[in-house]
């Protein structure tokens, strides 16, 4: 089973989309409340799937992601904003994310974007 990391600086938006991949069969998930801290958790836990918010303290999404990709090029990265603006969706596409998902998002969204990368 994939080990999917969702890293908002929001506890509940962790909590609908850990409730959402749950319901899609997903149980191994972490959680990280910013930037740097989905970086360690990162390191410690090697996920097959980071669900990353972009507007975050601390260390913002873009930033995590340029990290994340530096301690593993191959991270699978799935961006997540309530900010749906071009400029930060190439951006994220440039630095490597692999899907971006603009909030608020729909269940059905999450899974079948996860489900394309891990599975």
Do not use: H, W
Request: with cysteine; charged share 30%; net charge negative.
């Amino acid at each position: 089973m994939a080990k999917i990391l969702v890293v908002d600086d929001a506890a509940f938006m962790r909590m609908m989309v850990k409730d959402t991949l749950t319901k899609g069969g997903y149980t191994d998930l972490y959680e990280a409340v910013d930037g740097a801290d989905a970086v360690e958790k990162f390191k410690e836990i090697s996920p097959d799937l980071v669900i990353l918010d972009i507007t975050m303290p601390n260390v913002d999404g873009l930033e995590a992601l340029k990290q994340i990709k530096e301690l593993n090029k191959d991270a699978n990265v799935i961006m997540c904003s309530a900010m749906g603006q071009e400029s930060m969706v190439i951006e994220a596409i440039k630095l490597g994310a692999k899907d971006f998902i603009v909030k608020p998002f729909k269940a059905d969204r999450i899974l079948k974007t996860v489900s394309s990368i891990v599975g």
